[in-house]
C-alpha cells in the first residue's frame, strides 16, 4: 500500500515537472533545440526561402483544386498551409497528404478568430470577439482559447491566425468591428490576452493582428489599401497598446496589416506590411518583439495595388516579415528573393534568422514527431460537450441590458403578450425560449423586407396585449452595420418602442444608432449577434431567469457610451 501511494506521489510529480518545465515559444527561441539546427543544416538557401512562404488550401473547391495545391508545396517544399473554407475530414485528409510530400513539416494554419467555425462547417463557432468584449470575467475566454487549441490540435493544426488585438475605435469600420473586443484599449488588451494565453497554453501558435492596428480605418484593405494619417504619438499610445502589452506577455506571433501610416513611413503608397521601418525597426527594434512575423494575405489588394509581379513579396521579406502568406506565386517570389540575395538587397543571415524561428516553432508545436490526423471520429473531437456548454457560458456572460431593469422584472407572465421577432421568416429560438415563462403569449414574425399591409396587420393584432416583446435578428451570416430592414419596418420598430414593449437585438451593437427609439423603449437587451445561444441568454434575461452582466464593449452616440450596462 505504502509503495503505491508512493510510485502515485512520484508521478504526480513528473506530470507536474512536465508541464511546469516545457518552455515557450519564445523560450525555445533563445535556446533552440538540436533538430533546428540538423534540419537548417539540410537546407539549400532556396529550401530556406521556401519555408518563409504559407499557401492557401480550402476543401470546398472539389478533389482537383486540392490535389494541386499538393503538387505546389511537393514542388517548392514551402514552409506552411493556411486553410480556409472546408469540412474537418476533407481537410484532415488534405493534411495529411501534403505532410506526406513535404520535406519538413508543415505548419498547418487556419484563420479561426472564433474557433473553427470561422471556416469550417459541422464545427463550433465561438461567439464573435464584440460579443466577448462584453464579457466580465476574463477566465471564461482563457477557456474559450484553451477549446480552441484543442480543436486546432485534433485537426492537426499548429497556429492560429487570431486573436484580433485591433482596436475599433471607427463605428464605420468595414473590415474589422465585430471581429474586435471594442473601442477601449485596456478592455482589449486585457480581452486580446486572455484569448491569447488560453490557446498558447494548450500549445498552439497565436498571432495577434493586425499590426500596428487596424481598427480606425473605413477602407477595407482587401479591395483598397487604407490610410491611417494619425501621428506617430497617437498611433503608439492607442493603436499599438494592446500589442506593446502582448508583446510583454509572451505573444507567439504578430501580423502586420496591409496601411498606408505616413507618420511611420512616408514612402508614397506604402503599406506598412512592406516598410522595414515599421516591420524592423518599430516592431522588432523598438517594441523588442522576438517571436514570428507575418504578414497579412499578400495577394490583398491593400499590398498588390502598387507593388506587382511579385515585388510585394520581396519587399516584405526585405521589411523583416519571417512568414508571407498567400503569395500570388510563390514560385516566382522565391525566385526574386534568390536574385535579391545575389544582389545584396537583403543579406542572407536575414533569412537564416527566420527560417531557424519557422522551425523552431515547428519543433515547438510537436512537428519533429511525424504524426497523421486520426479522421476517424473528427467531427465528435471537435464537437465536445465542453466546447458547447462553454458558449453557451459565454453567451450568458456577454448580454447586455441597458434599459429596463424593474420594468422587466415587474412583467406578469400570466398577461397576454405578443411576442414579435423582425428580420427573419420564420419563429425564432428566442420566441420559443420567451414563451416558457409567458404562458398567455402569441408569436408573430415580421420578415425584413414586410409589405405595409403585413406590419398594419401585425400593429392592428397586437393592439390587444397587454406587453410586447421584440426580437431584432441581423439575418446576414456575419453581423456588420447597416441592418437590413426597410424603412417601414424600422418605422414599425419606433411606434412599437413608445408602448410597453421590451427589445433584444441580436445584431452589431452600432446598429442601435440605426434604430431611432430605442433609447426611449421600457427595456432593451443587446444581444450581440443572431445565434440560438445569444437568443437563449437574452430569452433567459427577460424571462428573469438570469442577471445580465454584460458591458457594452463600444460607444453607439449619442445615446450609449462604453460601459454601460445596467
Known sequence: MKKNIILIVLLCITVFSANAQKPTYLEMLANQPKWVDSVFKKLNRREKIAQMFFVRAHTNLGQKYTDSVGLVIKKEQLGGVIFFQGGPVRQARATNAYQKVSHVPLIIANDGEWGLGMRLDSTISFPYQMTLGAIQNKDLIYKMGQEVAKDFKRMGMQMNLAPDADINNNPKNPVINYRSFGENKFNVATKTGAYMMGMQDG????????????GDTDVDSHYDLPQLNFTAARLDSLEMYPFK??????????????MNIPSLDNTPNLPSTLSKPIVTGILKQRLGFKGLIISDAMDMKGVVKYFKNGEADLMGIIAGNDILELSENSERAIS???KAVRHDRIDMKTIDESVRKILTAKYWAGLAKRDTVVTQGIIAGVNRNASNALVQELANAS???????????????????????????????????????????VYYVLDKDATATQISNVAREIGAFDQVIVGIHDSRSRPGNNIPLNAGVKNFIKELSTKNTVFSLFANPYNLSALPGLENSKGLVVAYQKEDYMQISAAAVINNRLVAKGKLPVSILPNYKFGDGL
Open 336 to 338: 526574386l528573393v534568390r
Open 399 to 441: 448580454v447586455t441590458l441597458l434599459r429596463g431593469k424593474d420594468f422587466i422584472k415587474n412583467m406578469v407572465p400570466i398577461r397576454r403578450t405578443a411576442i414579435i421577432s423582425i428580420g427573419v421568416p420564420s419563429v425564432t429560438r428566442f420566441q420559443k425560449e420567451i414563451s416558457k415563462g409567458f404562458y398567455n403569449s
Open 203 to 214: 500549445g498552439l501558435l497565436t498571432t495577434l493582428k493586425h499590426f500596428p492596428g487596424h
Open 245 to 258: 502589452e502582448l508583446i510583454k506577455q509572451g505573444a507567439s506571433g504578430v501580423m502586420i496589416a496591409h
